[in-house]
Nanobody
Framework: QVQLVESGGGLVQAGGALRLSCAAS??????????MGWYRQAPGNQRELVAIITGGRINYARYAESVKGRFTISRDSAANTVILQMNSLKPEDTGVYYC?????????WGKGTLVTVSS
């Protein structure tokens, strides 16, 4: 089992920035088989990948096309934490953001945090 504690989110105007953080209760980044990241779900839409970063030495990050150049995902391996820095936010970035851990073939989800971007 993995417990996830999400923080950040809130209301921001278009063009603004927010920072999301997710801390896991277990070591995630010791293996390249594991990953940690963020998904989001807007009203009426399916949940979609925002950004995810792998464990191990390579530290590979993958982003949704819609956020490339605006969002940056990073990890603090010692703290089992992933951080999503979101800049130049747009109204279409609005949604509930969920932290996800993929740990040795099992997926674990956070409860979600709401991000609202006003125009």
């Amino acid at each position: 089992q993995v417990q996830l504690v999400e923080s950040g989110g809130g209301l921001v105007q278009a063009g603004g920035a927010l920072r999301l953080s997710c801390a896991a209760s277990r070591n995630i980044f010791s293996s390249s088989s594991n990953a940690m990241g963020w998904y989001r779900q807007a009203p009426g839409n399916q949940r979609e990948l925002v950004a995810i970063i792998t464990g191990g030495r390579i530290n590979y990050a993958r982003y949704a096309e819609s956020v490339k150049g605006r969002f940056t995902i990073s990890r603090d391996s010692a703290a089992n934490t992933v951080i999503l820095q979101m800049n130049s936010l747009k109204p279409e970035d609005t949604g509930v953001y969920y932290c996800k851990v993929a740990l040795y073939g099992m997926d674990y989800w956070g409860k979600g945090t709401l991000v609202t971007v006003s125009s």
